[in-house]
T-cell receptor
Framework: GDSVTQMEGPVTLSEEAFLTINCTYT??????LFWYVQYPGEGLQLLLK?????DKGSNKGFEATYRKETTSFHLEKGSVQVSDSAVYFC???????????FGTGTLLAVQP | DVKVTQSSRYLVKRTGEKVFLECVQDMDHENMFWYRQDPGLGLRLIYFSYDVKMKEKGDIPEGYSVSREKKERFSLILESASTNQTSMYLCASMEAGGETQYFGPGTRLLVL
């Protein structure tokens, strides 16, 4: 079945550092890919998404590119802030199934 | 803005009790979902519903049931709570044909 593998955390960075959180997927067909973010004490919210190969999703300075050849959707940000501290979830799915498959989540802690 | 609310943020119950977790969405979405979130396991789908009175099992339905009597409300029921059901429970909704799920803030359930 479909699955998502993302790098384990926690990831600890200093403010203004470069961020990469790796995500790879296995799926049948051509699913959409998502990054969701969960801030402390809150539910998940969509950060960005890409619906087809080579699409780049972007939001709040974060970017991820749908790479079909490497089945990857790595999340990047050029300069993180303390306010980016959260848990980040990679997910695949959408389409006819209406269901999402989530990775295990990566905790990001940004220190001032 | 889509709003998904959950009846309780924190809940403490005893083993064997019947537990009701309520979720309400205000955007007339057809699809609603219940997940549990556990460290190292990410989000796992318990049940989902694509219409009133319709439900489908997710990946881990054992020990749970659901009810969708009205479009805006999706209830998760633990018939006889057990300690291994201690977890964070997240509800989500999504419009028909959509891809973005909107999450509530979660209910942290402790079963003693």
């Amino acid at each position: 079945g479909d699955s998502v593998t993302q790098m384990e955390g926690p990831v600890t960075l200093s403010e203004e550092a470069f961020l990469t959180i790796n995500c790879t997927y296995t799926a049948t067909g051509y699913p959409s890919l998502f990054w969701y973010v969960q801030y402390p004490g809150e539910g998940l919210q969509l950060l960005l998404k890409a619906t087809k190969a080579d699409d780049k999703g972007s939001n709040k300075g974060f970017e991820a590119t749908y790479r079909k050849e490497t089945t990857s959707f790595h999340l990047e940000k050029g300069s993180v802030q303390v306010s980016d501290s959260a848990v980040y979830f990679c997910a695949t799915g959408g389409g006819a199934t209406n269901k999402l498959i989530f990775g295990t989540g990566t905790l990001l802690a940004v220190q001032p | 803005d889509v709003k998904v609310t959950q009846s309780s943020r924190y809940l403490v119950k005893r083993t064997g009790e019947k537990v009701f977790l309520e979720c309400v969405q205000d955007m007339d979405h057809e699809n609603m979902f219940w997940y549990r979130q556990d460290p190292g396991l990410g989000l796992r789908l318990i049940y989902f519903s694509y219409d009133v009175k319709m439900k489908e099992k997710g990946d881990i339905p054992e020990g749970y049931s659901v009810s969708r009597e009205k479009k805006e409300r999706f209830s998760l029921i633990l018939e006889s709570a057990s300690t291994n059901q201690t977890s964070m429970y997240l509800c989500a909704s999504m419009e028909a044909g959509g891809e973005t799920q909107y999450f509530g803030p979660g209910t942290r359930l402790l079963v003693l």
